[in-house]
């Protein structure tokens, strides 16, 4: 017998690049029994419900219900605090979505905060130190609740949407892949022509799922989220992360006597670098613009309002230098990497850095007196 949940709704919608993120809420939607198509939703252009003015094409509401309540847990699970390193070798190694997921999960038990947020209890269980016939029977149990799983296989925080299973234990679901995420690094055995990927040998790659338990009253607020927000930062301008990046980009040695393959791997090191505050910012924004659209005008609005501005600006700011190494450019990807050899490209960038750093204090600011007035 196979059981498949069929009609969860499936990520990335619009701008969703953090993986748990985007399956979480996917998770709790179906939980919540958020099922209708035509929902309704908050409308950035319009600060308030939309008015079906048509703009969306044909993304269906649901599909912004869930990019609403994506921007709105990356800010509740803390990922859109986070800053990277660009003079880290073991920031830089992989992608940005795995290196900031590393270092929330040192941080603190940022999933136990989202579900005391979200109201659920939660179990977390791992493989293989659990025998295979417990993790599936857990996995089955809550498919036949027709509440998803969120799980990763392997070593990588690529997490994925287990929604189904059948008796030989196979597990189907949603990773993204057909999207702009492109194919994880554990790949499964295939596709289905819904585009549910079919996993048959999951135990013996490793991993960790999330079994969503019961409701309950939360236990945090976003006064809790906002408090916590700061902590985050604190702890991402003491390490001086972005700090960091404006040095490394200013000292000349880095970039002289390079190969052209060492230069592409710049190139590429330094776009990849750039995604993370051009997207988590934004997201944030985002996040800040749900919480005080058509509120009353008090200080504490007017804080997250700045917020939100400061945050877009550093979303505008990036495109410059992003630009400036050819991201999302025609050309040849040498050429454009060959530019990291004029120090003019070099201090351009930088100096960008530089005010997304100073965006950053700000921010930090405005949160601090969000939590005094």
Known sequence: ??????????????????????????????????????????CGDQEGPCIRCGKCGDFLPIHRKHEELYNHYNAVSGFAFLQMDLS????????WNHTVNGILDHFDDYI??????????????????????VVFQKIKSSIDKDIPVIAWFGKKYEWVLITGYDEKQVLYGLDGSQGYWGSPSVLPAGYEENGFFVMPEWYEKGGQALILGEKKMPTVTI??????????????????????????????????????????????????????????????????????A???????????????????????ILWIPWRGIGEYMDGDRLTWAKGLQNRFVRNMIAGCMEMVCNNDDRILDYYKKCLTV
Request: hydrophobic share 40%; aromatic share 12%.
């Open 1 to 42: 017998m196979k059981k498949v949940i069929s009609d969860v709704v499936s990520f990335p919608n619009g701008c969703e690049t953090v993986r748990f993120t985007a399956c979480f809420v996917s998770m709790f939607m179906r939980a919540e029994k958020m099922i209708d198509k035509y929902c309704e939703f908050f």
């Open 88 to 95: 880290d070798d073991a920031h830089m190694k992989e992608s």
């Open 112 to 133: 136990g905060f989202a579900m005391e947020y979200a109201g659920y209890n939660f179990e977390k269980i791992s493989w293989p130190d659990d025998e295979k016939d």
């Open 223 to 292: 006064h809790d989220v906002l408090k916590r927000a700061v902590r985050i930062m604190e702890v991402m301008q003491e390490q001086g992360y972005y700090r960091n990046s404006v040095r490394y980009m200013r000292e000349d040695s880095h970039f002289e006597n390079l190969t052209d393959q060492e230069l592409l791997e710049m190139r590429d090191r330094i776009a990849g670098w750039i995604g993370q505050p051009i997207d988590q910012r934004a997201m944030l924004g985002a996040a800040m613009k749900q919480l005080y």
């Open 294 to 316: 058509n509120k009353e005008i008090t200080k504490q609005i007017l804080f997250l309002n700045r917020i939100h501005e400061l945050c877009w600006q550093t979303h505008d």
